[in-house]
């Protein structure tokens, strides 16, 4: 299957300030990408969707000001969390797609903890 | 709108006892459905992709099957290394990203 890198692993951060992360396709052009959080023994919650060189859709819910998502290029798609709260604390996972497949290939997650 | 249910929620086995999980779905004209792996911790591992009603895919000590309604993951004498959280997803033509389920949490007891 292709490969998505997804970086940092875990990272931890003051209260205040801003995380990004990093989604790269290592093997594919992912022309479609996605950015999920996941709560403890819980599903996937899809946050946004991000088709390359354009503007991010995101999820009922979810500010948009609060988690920015670049896609400018067709193998690297960045989720920025600024002004981070305890709150904001979760598991966050990118998947990428990209043609003519309709399956997604998943990142590794990247556990954020904010104290 | 499209939307997956998953059963068991969770699902306890004894090594090389075999069984088979749930996903219910309805979408409006499906594009695929997906099984994922997911281990505590780290990202999905995608497993298969299923398309139309009557195919059936194998991997190791799994296979997926699929109807109009419903995909069934059969797991054949399991092994503890089964261990994880399966998770089924389906993409429809009215969206652009895929609807997962809960979830099935599988433990294999050697």
Known sequence: GAVVSQHPSWVICKSGTSVKIECRS???????????????????MLMATSNEGSKATYEQGVEKDKF???HASLTLSTLTVTSAHPEDSSFYICSARGLPNTEAFFGQGTRLTVV | EDQ???????LRLQEGE????NCSYTVSGLRGLFWYRQDPGKGPEFLFTLYSAGEEKEKERLKATLTKK???????????EDSATYLCAVHG???NDMRF??????TVKP
Do not use: C
């Not at chain 1, 290592?26 to 996937?44: C, E, G, I, V």
């Not at chain 2, 997956?4 to 969770?10: I, K």
């Open chain 1, 26 to 44: 290592l093997d594919f052009q992912a022309t479609t990408m996605f950015w999920y959080r996941q709560f403890p023994k819980q599903s996937l």
């Open chain 1, 68 to 70: 920015l998502i670049n």
């Open chain 2, 4 to 10: 997956v249910t998953q059963s068991p929620e969770a």
């Open chain 2, 18 to 21: 075999s069984s088979s999980l």
């Open chain 2, 70 to 80: 419903e995909s069934f993951l059969h797991i054949t004498a399991p092994k503890p």
């Open chain 2, 93 to 95: 033509y009215n969206n």
């Open chain 2, 101 to 106: 389920g809960a979830g099935t949490r599988l």
